[in-house]
């Protein structure tokens, strides 16, 4: 079956701090994406990864950098958070070719204060 | 560039009653175009996909939708709601060449009894 985990679910922060997420996928998929989701927004695209050390940014990357050191885990890293940062993240992966599907974890609900 | 617009950011519905999510998108290019749901507390899953061919596409849960290029649209439709459809709807796009989903602000159903 199908699983791609993020290390927490629910997580507070203090303005400042250095943030990571975790995600990691089981299905040796090519592709990781890093999202963010805020109500009426939908889900935008901070960053994704189409191979070991290779990255891209999405359309909203200001503030956030990433990491993928292994095809398996793909990370999200708040350099200094913000209150604004505050939100939902969601990542998914999905496999390089064919069929588009893109298979997502439960999320981290992230609060800064 | 694509877009996409979902045109009810909710929509409450009585059990049993059908339902209509109205989604449009913009797009200078061939695109897939998706459905994901969301229920309290969890990830995105996926609902149908259009990718080619017939443009009506069934989807798991009794959910379908019918892909219309002229007005470009992707409209989500269930005949008759359970409570335990209360959830928020996403309606996405890719560009056939492309790595990227575009997602819409979502609709929010809440299945009343």
């Known amino acids: 079956d199908v699983k791609v985990t993020q290390s927490s679910r629910y997580l507070v922060k203090r303005t400042g701090e250095k943030v990571f997420l975790e995600c990691v996928q089981d299905?040796?998929?090519?592709?990781m994406f890093w999202y963010r989701q805020d109500p009426g927004l939908g889900l935008r695209l901070i960053y994704f990864?189409?191979?070991?050390?290779?990255?891209e940014k999405g359309d909203i990357p200001e503030g956030y950098s990433v990491s993928r050191e292994k095809k398996e885990r793909f990370s999200l890293i708040l350099e200094s958070a913000s209150t604004n940062q505050t939100s939902m993240y969601l990542c998914?992966?999905?496999?390089?070719?064919?069929?588009?599907?893109?298979?997502f974890g439960p999320g981290t609900r992230l609060t800064v204060t | 560039a694509q877009s996409v617009t979902q045109l009810d950011s909710q929509v409450p519905v009585f059990e049993e009653a059908p339902v209509e999510l109205r989604c449009n998108y913009s797009?200078?290019?061939?695109?897939?175009l998706f459905w994901y749901v969301q229920y309290p507390n969890q990830g995105l899953q996926l609902l149908l996909k259009y990718l080619s061919g017939s443009t009506l596409v069934k989807g798991i849960n009794g959910f379908e939708a019918e892909f219309n290029k002229s007005q470009t649209s992707f409209h989500l439709r269930k005949p008759s709601v359970h409570i335990s459809d209360t959830a928020e709807y996403f309606c996405a796009v890719n560009r056939a060449a492309g790595n990227k989903l575009t997602f819409g602000g979502g609709t929010r159903v809440l299945v009343k009894p």
């Open positions: 797009s200078s290019v061939s695109v897939y």
């Open positions: 990864s189409y191979d070991v050390k290779m990255k």
């Open positions: 299905m040796d998929h090519e592709n």
């Open positions: 998914a992966s999905r496999t390089g070719t064919g069929v588009y599907e893109q298979y």
